[in-house]
């Protein structure tokens, strides 16, 4: 008996099992929380080569992409990161009180975390897409938020919807931390692609 190496089942299993394999290698680099940034630009990496040739080696190449964006991707992300964290937590603070200014102030806060929350994930796929200098990438993922509204809103929607679903049924958090990551990471870098080929220039 021989197993074809070519076959598409085994092909389908050895992609999925490494998916899973990055999944948990990305929640752990992830935990020191000053290597997110660094983490994040490496997934997108091997994430957005994988959906421009849907081939590769997406575990090792994580490894050398990690150490090669470490830099760019931590400064970036210490431009972008805490406004979310202080939005978001403003945004649940005014939620708490009852008051008609606090719920227009949650609203505004909230808005403000999406926002930047997506100009954070512009600048994760910039740095892992491109080689422009930290302020030129900061300056695009700020701007890219207003210039693809309707793209934005699917680039938030992934992990928003991933968040809210843990919150809710909270079994969730067992598939988030096998592969919710890595599936969220391709779904958006299909996205990424289509924004970055409309803005480059011909």
């Known amino acids: 008996m021989r197993i074809d190496p070519e076959n598409r089942s085994l092909n389908g299993l050895s992609t999925f099992l490494s998916f899973v394999a990055l999944n948990v290698v990305y929640v752990v680099a992830c935990l020191p929380v000053v290597t997110i940034g660094a983490a994040t630009a490496a997934l997108y990496e091997v994430m957005i080569r994988f959906a421009d040739e849907e081939s590769g ?11 090669a964006n470490f830099v760019r991707a931590t400064l970036v992300s210490l431009w972008l990161l805490p406004p979310v964290v202080l939005l978001a937590f403003a945004g649940v603070f005014w939620m708490s009180n ?19 929350l997506a100009a954070f994930l512009y600048g994760m796929a910039q740095v892992a897409y491109f080689r422009n200098t930290v302020r ?21 929607a992934i992990p ?10 909270p079994p969730v958090v067992i598939l ?26 011909q």
Request: glycine share 6%.
């Open 57 to 67: 080696r997406p575990l090792k190449d994580w490894f050398p992409a990690f150490r």
């Open 98 to 116: 009852t008051s008609m200014i606090s719920g227009a102030a949650a609203i505004v806060a909230l808005i403000g975390a999406a926002y930047f």
């Open 160 to 169: 928003v919807a991933a968040v809210c679903l843990a919150v809710l049924f």
């Open 176 to 201: 988030l931390l096998t592969i919710g990551f890595t599936i969220g990471a391709y779904a958006t870098a299909l996205i990424f692609r289509s924004v970055f080929a409309r803005h480059q220039p």
């Open 136 to 156: 030129q990438t900061v300056k695009n993922a700020l701007l890219l938020p207003a210039a693809e509204p309707v793209r934005t809103l699917g680039v938030v």
